[in-house]
């Protein structure tokens, strides 16, 4: 079996901010989840075992100075513990998240790996679907070489 998130899907936000999360992620959040602001404008969705490692990390930066503290505390005070609502899927996406990430109605819910990513389709355009070019335009390189 594979481990990890993967695919594409999109979704829409409802009107309180909700987001359906795909079924097939929904298990590895049945004790909830963490949501942060994560690089390139997007949301990530972390288990709960993901995101203690990253605070961890987090702990560690802090310790290194005041510019790794500050680090620590922005990255914290975006981070948000979230229920997954059990009988339909739904996560609440906090409006200032929402904001910070551009969600407005459409959404697009990314497996990435160790994490669930939400994007704004403007976000994703700008951010990566050039470098998405590289590994599946019809021009682009070589896909072994870039792997």
């Not at 993967?6 to 409802?14: P, Q």
């Not at 994560?38 to 972390?46: N, Q, V």
């Not at 288990?47 to 961890?56: G, S, W």
């Not at 910070?100 to 697009?108: I, T």
Request: proline residues 4%; hydrophobic residues 40%.
């Amino acid at each position: 079996m594979v481990t990890g998130f993967y695919g594409h899907y999109e979704h829409t936000l409802d009107g309180k901010g909700r987001i359906i999360l795909p079924a097939r992620f929904r298990p590895h959040f049945a004790g909830g989840g963490f949501l942060t602001k994560y690089f390139e404008g997007c949301l990530a969705l972390w288990t709960p075992d993901v995101f203690a490692a990253r605070m961890e990390a987090m702990r560690a930066r802090a310790e290194s100075g005041r510019t790794g503290r500050n680090l620590s505390r922005a990255w914290s005070a975006g981070s948000y513990e979230v229920q997954i609502d059990e009988s339909q899927g739904r996560l609440q996406v906090p409006s200032d998240l929402r904001s910070w990430a551009r969600l407005e109605s459409e959404v697009h819910v990314i497996g990435n790996i160790d994490r669930v990513e939400l994007w704004s389709p403007a976000v994703w355009e700008e951010n990566v679907a050039p470098d998405a070019e590289q590994l599946f335009g019809r021009e682009g390189g070589d896909i072994e070489e870039i792997l």
